[in-house]
């Protein structure tokens, strides 16, 4: 049986993916206002609100604790306890642990409120210039099952493709689909770098040039990768 009697609210709270000016006054005054901060990493969520001179107590969601963790947070929304989850940087859930403790939530009857903001995947759609009126998010792609299988598939896509990828991956990767895609050289691809940071960049290119691509982008930051239809 859950806490459904005093249980507070979990509040999903989107932050900055690099832009500090991107928080939302929301997103501020929870985090002012509930009692601890759930994260995936303290350090990191740590720097943002002393930028904004927020001092609340925090609790790391790492993988090696999460269990606990958890446990921890359904017993504080229990005890009447507003408490907000934060990942590193963007939107909750998408790349992170954040599905774990929203699922559970929902299992104990927990209200959730969400607090929308940034996405690296959606800013670079929307900075591709490609069709987004339907797309297919691919998170980040498998490292060895399943990766060939998945790349060789972009080709039967009719929908613009957004994945993220590591600045450790990058090159292999675009190398991967500049020999899946070979049959369609002008298939259009996007690189976005270090979205909304100082150094933001994309590069525009096609299947035929990526091999240019790879050589002249340069290999620093974080990556979302967009590739097009004819």
Do not use: W
Request: aromatic share 6%; glycine share 8%; net charge neutral.
């Amino acid at each position: 049986m859950g806490y459904t009697v005093s249980m507070a609210t979990l509040f999903i709270v989107a932050t900055p993916i690099g832009n500090l000016e991107d928080i939302t006054l929301r997103a501020l005054r929870v985090l002012k206002e509930v009692d601890t901060i759930f994260c995936e990493d303290t350090r990191v969520t740590g720097k943002l609100l002393a930028h904004f001179g927020i001092a609340k107590p925090l609790e790391s969601l790492r993988e090696r604790a999460q269990d606990r963790a958890i446990e921890k947070a359904i017993a504080l929304l229990g005890g009447g306890k507003d408490i907000a989850y934060t990942t590193d940087a963007g939107t909750p859930g998408i790349s992170d642990p954040g599905y774990a403790i929203i699922s559970r939530a929902r299992e104990e009857g927990v209200p959730i409120e969400v607090i929308p903001g940034p996405a690296a995947f959606l800013t670079a759609l929307s900075g591709s210039g490609l069709p987004i009126n339907q797309f297919v998010y691919l998170g980040f792609l498998p490292l060895k099952k399943g990766r060939k299988t998945l790349i060789e598939s972009f080709t039967n896509e009719e929908r613009t493709i957004v994945f993220y990828e590591s600045v450790h991956r990058i090159e292999r990767t675009l190398m991967e689909i500049a020999v899946a895609l070979k049959e369609e050289p002008d298939r259009p691809v996007v690189i976005a770098r270090e979205l909304t940071k100082m150094h933001e960049e994309f590069v525009r290119t096609t299947v035929r040039n990526l091999p240019q691509a790879v050589a002249d982008i340069m290999k620093k930051g974080e990556y979302v990768v967009v590739v097009g239809n004819i």
